[in-house]
């Protein structure tokens, strides 16, 4: 069963350009969350996706956005990049959430490599 | 607004020993709990997870204790191996039934195990 595939793996931008990172879930996952990591925030979460409608946003600026397709392949965009948006992109699928309250699906994020964003 | 928090960047164990990861949280919401591991150039897996009706989660060597009161979990890893040395991240969520992936994480711990 292949794994959730993010592309590109690395990319050099400069600043004002915008970017596009693609992933593609786990095959029957239907969710999909984005997530990006510095060295000094760890993982901070960008948005979340299910039936290409978005669920849930974090607290980054409007210049970040996304979208998901009816297979579930999901895209981020990022526009007028800043040197700060340096980072790894860290795409994530899941089934869905089913409570583990009733003892079902933990909630379990399965992670892609990453996408290695670069802004000069 | 760090929800979670691993206050130790690093831990350096002796293979066959005892590992302990800890990690805080602040929001009293968050109901469930996980760990993910992470190598270098991979994405993190999924390690163990535990809701907040436990206090205690087993999977082999990896046991995940929950401490609801002080707002406080840690990962034991019995025995350590050289192979678990990675960086290990703290999530914690909102179990709200239709929450789908949002999750908190903490700023993770690099875990050496030596020989």
């Known amino acids: 069963k292949a794994g959730v595939t993010q592309t590109p793996r690395y990319l050099i931008k400069t600043r004002g350009q915008q970017v596009t990172l693609s992933c593609s879930p786990i095959s029957g996952h239907r969710s999909v969350s984005w997530y990006q990591q510095t060295p000094g925030q760890g993982l901070q979460f960008l948005f979340e996706y299910f039936s290409e409608t978005q669920r849930n946003k974090g607290n980054f600026p409007g210049r970040f956005s996304g979208r998901q397709f009816s297979n579930s392949r999901s895209e981020m965009n990022v526009s007028t990049l800043e040197l700060g948006d340096s980072a790894l992109y860290l795409c994530?699928?899941?089934?869905?959430?089913?409570?583990?309250?009733?003892?079902?699906?933990?909630?379990?994020?399965?992670f892609g490599e990453g996408s290695r964003l670069t802004v000069l | 607004d760090q929800q979670v928090k691993q206050n130790s960047p690093s831990l350096s164990v002796q293979e066959g020993r005892i590992s302990i990861l800890n990690c805080d949280y602040t929001?009293?919401?968050?109901?469930?709990f996980l760990w993910y591991k992470k190598y270098p150039a991979e994405g993190p897996t999924f390690l163990i997870s535990?809701?907040?009706?436990?206090d205690k989660n087993e999977d082999g060597r990896f046991t995940v204790f929950l401490n609801k009161s002080a707002k406080h979990l840690s990962l034991h890893i019995v025995p350590s191996q050289p192979g678990d040395s990675a960086v290990y991240f703290c999530a914690a969520g909102v179990d709200r039934g239709s929450t789908l992936g949002r999750l908190y994480f903490g700023r993770g711990t690099q875990l050496t195990v030596w020989p």
């Open positions: 535990i809701s907040s009706i436990k």
């Open positions: 929001n009293s919401m968050f109901d469930y």
């Open positions: 994530a699928s899941s089934l869905a959430f089913l409570s583990p309250l009733s003892g079902r699906n933990t909630g379990e994020l399965f």
